[in-house]
């Protein structure tokens, strides 16, 4: 299972997007994709679920997607407990509802509502309808 967050940046200050994205790589975070939204850039970034963020800022993990780190807890190796295994995730939506690269590559985007591809497309910043490939 994949959890998912996302970055916006001004497309007036599009060069201020790259060290984002390095710095959330380095946290595990695999681009997605990036997508054009009107005044901002949207990217959109994945990693697999229970992947632990080390020192992550409150403002990096404002999109509530981001795991919290676990606190430390000192302990020595000979009187520590096992680890219980972590409870599964509850099950989630893929990808967040948004505009995304059209999969079949009939449009430029097509909306995703979050769990299924719609008939919603745009292309060039025109909105049309057309049913999704199966």
């Known amino acids: 299972m994949l959890e998912y967050t996302s970055i916006s940046v001004s497309s007036y200050q599009a060069s201020t997007l790259t060290p984002l994205l390095d710095s959330h790589s380095a946290d595990g975070w695999t681009l997605v994709a990036i997508v054009p939204a009107g005044t901002e850039i949207v990217a959109y970034l994945s990693r697999p679920a229970g992947t632990a963020v080390v020192d992550a800022p409150a403002a990096e993990t404002s999109s509530g997607w ?13 009187t520590a407990a096992p680890t219980p295994a972590p409870a599964p995730a509850p099950a989630a939506a893929a990808a967040p509802a948004g505009w995304y690269a059209d999969p079949s590559g009939r449009f430029e985007l097509r909306y995703w509502d979050g769990g299924r591809w719609t008939e919603h497309v745009s292309r060039r910043g025109q909105q049309f309808t057309d049913p999704p490939v199966a």
């Not at 981001?66 to 000979?78: D, F, I, K, Y």
């Open 66 to 78: 981001a795991l919290q780190p676990e606190p430390a807890t000192p302990s020595s190796p000979a």
